[in-house]
């Protein structure tokens, strides 16, 4: 079977992002990085293998030859090893971070997924289930809008209206709690008031990452409407994947740049301590270690002010991963690749929590929800003393 | 003992023809071809966020020539950060090909000018293409080596890449063994001159053949240096050496921070507390460790 590539390849792509398919030099330096390879051996997953066969499909659809006799049709078999390779990805992005030519691989994949969604090739699995859940509960978990907030300590004053707004997320209302109850404490700690937009919808990072765009400009108008009537001039994010996707897409799909200030709760509390409004008075006798999530770090390069806020803790015993910062490992929670491979995502946050353990560490700190979830998921399976704790619950423990 | 100049009359008169259509053949492939490739990066969307999200394809294209003299390129700065070894390949690719190609357009141009060149330029220029020659054979013989000897644990690749590995090995080999046989006759005096081709010419000239077979062998090698070099300046813009062309942009544009990040470090790769690996698996246990030793389903 075959299909007639009558769509183009290339119109959601930058030209940066067409010239990447030209600049692989196949080393496979990346194939060394990848989180995914670690777990399968697989390597017709990797990166070489999806830059090599989609820059082959754009010169196929769209070179001289295709202008004269027609778009040509390739097999299928093709388009459905290209999906296995674009999907079984947690997008994280190390590849491009290590790759010798500087190829933006965690800006590359959604573009190509995108692609393979028009063409009815993609989403991969349980992914196709992310589009009609958000849609009809405005998260991708298919939990109930109206307890979205549900989390939120009664002790916690909400203002009406507020310069600082905070977007809590699906994945910190609905499966990392801890994350944004510690979040807002901290903010009321600081005594900045903030608002909450009680209407909030997914930031459709779940969406694009799987390259199903149908909804996500709706949905971005419809946050940024929210938080702009209440006066919101800074938006705190406490999700790594939401603060990408708020910062990078959002005023693409919106239109124009946002009349907000994005921030990422992290970088906020950093801000707070520099100026000695915040301050972390109690001590912790675990050894700690830091995972930088893959959209925190390599996403928008919030990668010192974690460690600034741990640095906060007297006394503090730190140490360093291995793969830590720019190289951190993923836990194999993103991409969509938790939906429609669970289980080489639980074995990808078993690695991660076992470079922990290696370095000695008593808690591993994470800064992300869905981080949080994954590793709380394959912590159920293994036998350790390691404990998976959200920076912010930490800190909203320790003033 | 000869000229650089000479290499351009030793072709005989009625092969002249036959042999410049070839080359004219050879560029107008080299040249249709890598416009192909570029005008598609033509058909992107303009105005995303992203570095170069606005670039026409005139910026792109003077992005091309010119971050290839960048010091990213130029010393392979962030190969070095990942791996020495490929570091030093791609060196002696980089700089021993400018060398390569500077001297043959300045002997050519003077050649095409007024049919003569000053001496002591001439001589510059015939050591740079003897020794720039050599250096890149060696990161060819490298790159074979990482490529059919000693591959990494971790290795995916094409058939076609290999091909093109061996073409452009066989386009530099030939080069080096039609200087020696260009030098079989002079011997060592030739040696401040073509330091490798006098080597190889006073190796070959052990085997005491005839001069005219000497002459004849030179213009078999003369025509099978040009057939490989022709064939690969062909080849180049359809196979991955194509990345000559695009690297240094995405390179470049690599330096960008994404909106609203922190001062990244400049280059990102080499900030501290990044370990270093060569190649191999990363530095996590494998998986059956993870499983077999802590999983409560393995007990």
New interface residues.
């Given amino acids: 079977m075959k299909t007639r590539l009558d769509i183009s390849l290339a119109d959601n792509l930058t030209p940066l992002q067409l010239i990447a398919f030209d600049a692989c030099t196949r080393c496979n330096e990346c194939l060394n990085w990848c989180p995914v390879l670690d777990v399968t051996g697989d390597e017709s997953l990797t990166t070489p293998e999806k830059i090599r066969i989609y820059g082959d499909l754009i010169r196929s659809r769209h070179g001289l030859l295709s202008s004269v006799a027609g778009p040509p049709s390739v097999e299928n078999g093709l388009l459905e090893k290209l999906k296995d390779a674009l999907y079984t990805c947690t997008t994280c992005g190390r590849c491009g971070e290590v790759c010798e030519v500087g190829i933006n691989t965690q800006q590359l994949w959604p573009a190509m997924r995108e692609k393979l969604v028009e063409l009815g090739v993609g989403p991969m699995g349980a992914q196709d289930q992310t589009g009609p859940l958000t849609a009809e509960h405005h998260n991708p978990y298919g939990r109930l809008h109206a307890e979205r907030f549900a989390w939120l300590p009664p002790e916690i004053e909400v203002a009406e209206r507020a310069e600082i707004g905070f977007y809590v997320g699906c994945s910190g209302a609905y499966v990392a709690q801890p994350m944004v109850i510690g979040a807002v404490r901290a903010f009321a700690s600081v005594g900045a008031p903030f608002t909450l937009f009680d209407d909030e919808w997914c930031c459709g990072f779940p969406l694009f990452i799987i390259g199903d765009n149908e909804q996500v400009a709706e949905i971005v108008r419809h946050n940024v409407e929210g938080f702009v009537a209440r006066g919101v001039k800074k938006l705190l994010v406490s999700c790594p994947c939401c603060t990408f996707m708020l910062r990078e897409r959002w005023p693409e799909f919106y239109g124009a740049e946002l009349p907000f200030e994005i921030v990422h709760t992290t970088q906020f509390i950093a801000e707070m301590i520099a100026a000695g409004k915040f301050k972390l008075t109690k001590s912790i006798p675990d050894r700690l270690t830091y995972h930088d999530p893959c959209y925190l770090s390599r996403g928008v390069r919030v990668i010192d002010e974690p460690r600034a806020v741990i640095a906060q803790i007297p006394n503090v015993d730190f140490v360093e991963m291995a793969d830590c910062r720019e190289l951190s490992k993923c836990c194999g929670a993103g991409g969509g690749l938790r939906r429609c491979n669970p289980g080489l995502s639980v074995d990808m946050a078993r690695r991660l929590m076992a470079d922990a353990e290696a370095v000695g560490a008593d808690t591993l700190v994470i800064d992300c929800p869905a981080c949080f979830e994954r590793m709380h998921l394959a912590l159920g399976g293994m036998v350790t003393d390691l404990k998976i704790v959200d920076l912010m619950e930490l800190v909203s423990e320790l003033f | 003992m000869q000229s650089l100049f000479q290499s351009f009359t030793v072709i005989p008169l009625p092969w002249r023809a036959p042999f410049y259509a070839a080359a004219v053949l050879a560029l107008l492939l080299a040249v249709g071809g890598m416009w192909?490739?570029v005008r598609?990066?033509?058909?992107?969307?303009?105005g995303?966020?992203?570095?170069?999200?606005d670039?026409g394809l005139g910026h792109?294209i003077w992005l091309s020539l010119s971050k290839f003299f960048s010091a990213d390129c130029l010393f392979?700065r962030?190969?070095f950060a990942?791996?020495r070894w490929?570091g030093w390949m791609v060196m002696a690719f980089v700089w021993g090909s400018l060398a390569l190609i500077g001297a043959v357009i300045l002997s050519a141009g003077f050649y095409a000018a007024n049919r003569a060149m000053p001496a002591a330029l001439d001589r510059w220029a015939s050591t740079a293409l003897d020794v720039a020659g050599t250096i890149i054979l060696l990161g060819l013989l490298a790159a074979l080596g990482r490529r059919y000897l000693f591959p990494?644990k971790?290795?995916?690749?094409?058939s076609a890449?290999g091909g093109l590995l061996i073409l452009f090995a066989l386009a530099v080999f030939s080069g080096l063994v039609m200087e020696g046989l260009r030098l079989a006759g002079p011997g060592w005096e030739a040696a401040l001159r073509w330091p490798i081709g006098a080597a190889l010419g006073a190796a070959l000239n052990s085997l005491a053949l005839p001069p005219e077979v000497w002459e004849r062998l030179y213009l078999a090698m003369y025509f099978a240096h040009a057939g490989f070099g022709l064939s690969l300046l062909a080849y180049l813009p359809f196979s991955?050496l194509?990345?000559l062309?695009?690297?240094q942009?995405?390179?470049?544009?690599?330096?960008t921070?994404?909106?609203?990040?922190?001062a990244?470090p400049q280059p990102?790769?080499l900030?501290r507390?990044?370990?270093r690996?060569e190649?191999?698996?990363?530095?996590?246990?494998a998986?059956s460790?993870?499983?077999g030793v802590?999983?409560?389903?393995s007990?």
């Fill in positions: 192909a490739r598609l990066w033509g058909l992107g969307r303009r995303r966020r992203g570095p170069l999200s670039a792109l392979a962030r190969v990942r791996s490929r990494p971790r290795w995916i690749s094409v890449d991955k194509f990345h062309v695009a690297s942009i995405t390179t470049f544009a690599a330096l921070p994404p909106s609203g990040a922190q990244a990102p790769l900030s507390n990044i370990p690996r190649r191999g698996r990363g530095s996590g246990p998986l460790e993870v499983e802590r999983a409560r389903d007990q």
